[in-house]
């Protein structure tokens, strides 16, 4: 066994000033995503978990995933917001397994432990026995085995949460500068649910936010949004990025010039019009000149605006090479008629059928099966120079640096 | 008013062909011009949400997710196969109601054959002088996670 493991090369060291060229091992490792796991997903860093307008009621549930561990969110009776880990306290087994639902307890199906909906163990089966004989010991406290809670924080109607208590507050872990855009969706207004796609990529998880953080692959892969002007090089455009480099933001307005300026750049076709505009029938609804916003909060969350489509993005790890997306898809309750059917059909764009994500979702699994077999190769990463810092354009790659600077100083590699 | 049910069959195979013969112009055919086409999760059905994954409102939107399938869209290329069962036909005021069980199957390039999607149609069929057509597809299909992608219509 010793010889065997001792034939497999160590990977490389990752170059201590090196953000330009990013080992390939890290997408296919093993041993490094059970790493990621512990770090990101169960450490000291706040997940999505839901919308509050999931759950509206007391009483209401919905089961989540933080990494691969499932978690409850709950509204108790009070109103308040729990997120409970899904594993009954006795024999591990998981709890609920309705996506969403209505209920007063939360019971275990195999010797039915119940438990209130902030945790509390309330009640089980013979604890006192049968004729006096078995039961549970007189010292057995049902305080003493409640489902392990997780530590909660809802902004704006966005529900976090952490398995570590001592994740630093939710507001500092956000930043003031993500904080602006965060709220430009998540203004206070209530949120309504329009419905949720599920999505499985065959690529590593980190290849979902490089790819959200990565604005020079939109310009080239996606030409719907470049013939139709929704993303584009020579738009107005920014990337901005947060204090520690793990969130980012990409910024632009809808501009579509002139067919002649236009047939310079990549991926425009001239030729793609509408039969039915409808599709694009877009307003504007938000301060400001921008129209789409995508922005990254690692380690789960991709929100989404272009142009009035608007979608919360769970990225899900299912195994070193494999996530899900969860998307949920919402507008505002104030919203009349004509809006929700606008921002039903811009969804067209989202999701595994969209116009622009299906393309997403077939070019990492391409990229998955271009690297597994390199772990030793490294990518490059130049495009507007070795920087992590802001910008005025999207031609560059700073932001997918700025993460992985994060990612790096966060596992000691 | 009633229709004659005697070519629905036909509407069915033709559309089924249509989509894996890879003849895409033929399937926007079978439409009516006011058409409804939506792909839909039963999960989002059984929570009364309106999210379609593909959802055309017209059959110049069908048209319009042809050309981006053939000339704007980037995927692996693929053969889909549908099997659809036995049709539940129903007379109503102005339209036939059908029901029918589908799967469709994808196959990639060197790969095996695989289930991509399986559900029930939730359709109707009109009579545009004597031509059947559909003014409402709904594919609402039962397992919620999709994988990969859905490139071509269910």
Partial sequence: ?????????????????????????????????????????YGPEWSFIGLSAEIPEPGDFKTTTIGERSVILTRDRDGELYALE???????????????????????????W??????????LPFRNGVDGRGGMPDDFALEDHPLQKLVVHERNGVVFASFDPTVEPFELWLGSKMTAWFDRVFDGRRLRVLGDLHQRVNANWKLMFDNIKDPYHASVLHVFLVSFGLFRADNPSATEIDATGRHSVLVCARRRPAVAEAAELESYRPKLELHDPRLLDVVREFPGEATLVMQTLSPS????QQSNTLAVRQVVPKGVGVHELHWTFFGYEDDDDEMTTRRLRQANLMGPAGYVSLDDGEVLGLVQSGITTAPNERSVLEMGGPGTDDTDHVVTEAAIRAFYGYYRDALDL | MTIDASGVDRLYVDYVHA??????????????????????????????????TMRCDSRDMLRDRVAAIESSAFYVSRTVRHLVGLLDVQPADDHLRVRANFAM???LPRSATTLLCAGVYDDEVVSEGGVLRFRQKHCIYDGDLVVDSIVYPL
């Fill in chain 2, 105 to 107: 199957f994808e196959s």
């Fill in chain 2, 19 to 52: 989509i894996d013969d890879g003849n895409l112009a033929r399937w926007v055919e079978l439409f009516t011009d006011d058409c409804s086409y939506r792909i839909i999760s039963r999960e989002n059905v059984r929570r009364g949400l309106p999210l379609a």
């Fill in chain 1, 1 to 41: 066994m010793t010889e065997l493991a001792a034939s497999i090369p160590a990977p490389p060291r990752w170059a201590a000033d090196e953000l330009t060229r990013i080992p390939l091992w890290i997408y296919s490792d093993d041993a490094l995503y059970r790493r990621e796991l512990d770090r990101f997903f």
């Fill in chain 1, 301 to 304: 969350l991709v929100i989404q």
């Fill in chain 1, 114 to 123: 119940t438990y209130k909906l902030d945790g509390t163990l309330v009640g």
């Fill in chain 1, 86 to 112: 899904n594993r009954c306290a006795h024999r591990g087994v998981q709890l609920c397994h309705e996506p969403f639902g209505h209920v007063a307890r939360l019971r275990c199906p195999y010797h039915h």
